[in-house]
């Protein structure tokens, strides 16, 4: 997928765990672990914005277009 | 109570039901062609209307053979009854979208039609052990497509749509999923 998922990236800078970053958002760890291999299909708005809030970023820090070729 | 602790207690109740069908239904035919000789000539209606002849016992060879032809449709038909009880095991288990679903309404359906065509030939079959007794000129070979046989197809045809639409269900439920 050209959608390259920099969640893993921006926690370590922000030195923050899975763990405690699922339970700030309020989502379960698998999901954030959906989320942080690019297996998720679709991210919610709301998702996205309580991890924008937790990690005070913006979503282009999260997210980001690769194109293969 | 939930919807869903609804579902899985109705399907708890239905799976034992459908557990006491595979165990039934094969005593039932089992015991048909034990005791045929005994039975009621009523459940043997070949003998009957319009060219009435005096019933005559069945030859325990003739009893064996229609046993063994009434396997064909037993089969078809507990290879159903086992479809649905594990379609309705997943629901009492809360599965509700699965591939396995789609899968076991389509194998059910595909059953279904066979359990239609092998009913015709045991049917058949039967109308010829039945009147192999009767004198030459009276004995019969009866192929029967009647609206038994109709409306199983047309359930067989609503099996497919439910399977075809819970292949949809199972993909949303998979968007769902992975929706973060």
């Known amino acids: 997928m ?24 309020g989502i379960t760890e698998q999901n954030l672990s959906i989320l942080k291999t690019g297996k998720a299909r679709a991210i919610r708005i709301s998702t996205l914005e309580a991890i924008c809030k937790y990690l005070e970023c913006q979503p282009g820090d999260i997210l980001e277009y690769k194109d293969h070729e | 109570m939930d919807n869903l602790s609804k579902i899985k207690k109705f399907s708890k109740n239905l799976h034992l039901f459908l557990s006491f069908l595979v165990v039934v239904i094969p005593l039932y035919y089992v015991s048909y062609w034990v005791f045929v000789n005994y039975l009621p000539e009523s459940l043997i209606n ?18 064996i053979i229609g046993f063994f032809t009434s396997l064909l449709p037993l089969s ?6 086992t479809n649905i009880r594990k379609l309705f ?10 591939f396995e679903h789609v ?13 239609v065509i092998l009913s015709i030939i045991y049917e058949s079959a039967k109308s010829v052990i039945f009147s192999a007794g009767n004198p030459p000129g009276s004995r019969l ?29 199972r993909i ?8 973060v």
């Open chain 2, 89 to 98: 095991s997943f629901y009492r288990e809360g599965m509700i979208f699965s």
């Open chain 1, 2 to 25: 050209p959608i390259i998922v920099n969640l893993d990236v921006v926690l370590a800078k922000r030195k923050m765990k899975s763990v405690e970053l699922a339970k700030l958002v």
């Open chain 2, 103 to 115: 899968s076991l309404f389509k194998k059910t359906a595909k059953a279904l039609v066979l359990w």
């Open chain 2, 141 to 169: 070979l009866k192929v029967g497509f009647s609206s038994a046989e109709i409306t199983t197809l047309v359930v067989v045809g609503i099996v497919f749509i439910i399977a075809w639409v819970m292949d949809e269900g």
């Open chain 2, 76 to 81: 078809a038909l507990i290879y159903v009854i």
């Open chain 2, 172 to 179: 949303l439920n998979e968007e769902k999923e992975l929706t």
């Open chain 2, 46 to 63: 070949v003998n009957i209307h319009p060219t009435p002849l005096i019933p005559n016992e069945l030859p325990i060879k003739l009893q």
